[in-house]
Structure formats: structure tokens, C-alpha cells
Nanobody, 116 residues
Framework: QVQLVESGGGLVQPGGSLRLSCAAS????????MDWYRQAPGKQRNLVAR???????NYAGSVKGRFTISRDSAKNTVYLQMNSLTPEDTAVYSC??????????WGQGTQVTVSS
């Protein structure tokens, strides 16, 4: 059973930055892709950013140019650098890892609150 542990969330002022981490208990190259999702109160969970095993990245339009997904294979960790944060970025951010076969794995989520 793969475990994903997110960290780095918290309270930040508008315009500020945070870096989220997702540490996996298995090699991140064993996954087809690793994603960051977010879910705001009363809203559905949406994909924010993706990095594939080959290193390709994709972003939701609302975060493109502000968020950057990256990885450190030595630490089996995926990061989400979030800059120029706005209150609309407030949500629970969750890490997802998609294996070649079987169901995806989810972390427990980390709360990000953008408020003055």
C-alpha cells in the first residue's frame, strides 16, 4: 500500500507564496503521473497540476503562470510551488498518484487559506 503525505499548507496573505510537498512511500517513477488537486468548500475537487513519469507538466488555466509542479526523485517527493496566491486559491490540496494498473492513491490533504 502506497502512502502519500502532504505538507506545507497554512495561512498566507494575498500575494504570498507557499510550497506544498507530497512525499511518497514508493518511487515516484512507479506512477504514470502525480497530480495535485484542490477542493474548496462547497465545490468539486479539481485538478490543479500534473507531472508525468516522463516529466511533462500540465496546469489548470486558473493557476498557469503562478503555480509550478516539480519533483525530487531522490526524495520521492513532488512539490507544488504556489505564487501570487489569491483568496480564490483557498482549498484543501491533495496529492494523487496514478499507478500503471489499479486504483490511484490519495494523500490526506493539506489546507491552504489565503486571507488578509
Amino acid at each position: 500500500q502506497v502512502q502519500l503525505v502532504e505538507s506545507g499548507g497554512g495561512l498566507v496573505q494575498p500575494g504570498g507564496s507557499l510550497r506544498l510537498s507530497c512525499a511518497a512511500s514508493a518511487s515516484i517513477f512507479s506512477f504514470v503521473a502525480m497530480d495535485w488537486y484542490r477542493q474548496a468548500p462547497g465545490k468539486q475537487r479539481n485538478l490543479v497540476a500534473r507531472i508525468t513519469s516522463g516529466g511533462s507538466t500540465n496546469y489548470a488555466g486558473s493557476v498557469k503562470g503562478r503555480f509550478t509542479i516539480s519533483r525530487d526523485s531522490a526524495k520521492n517527493t513532488v512539490y507544488l510551488q504556489m505564487n501570487s496566491l489569491t483568496p480564490e486559491d483557498t482549498a484543501v490540496y491533495s496529492c494523487n498518484a496514478r499507478p500503471t494498473w489499479g486504483s490511484a492513491y490519495w494523500g490526506q490533504g493539506t489546507q491552504v487559506t489565503v486571507s488578509s
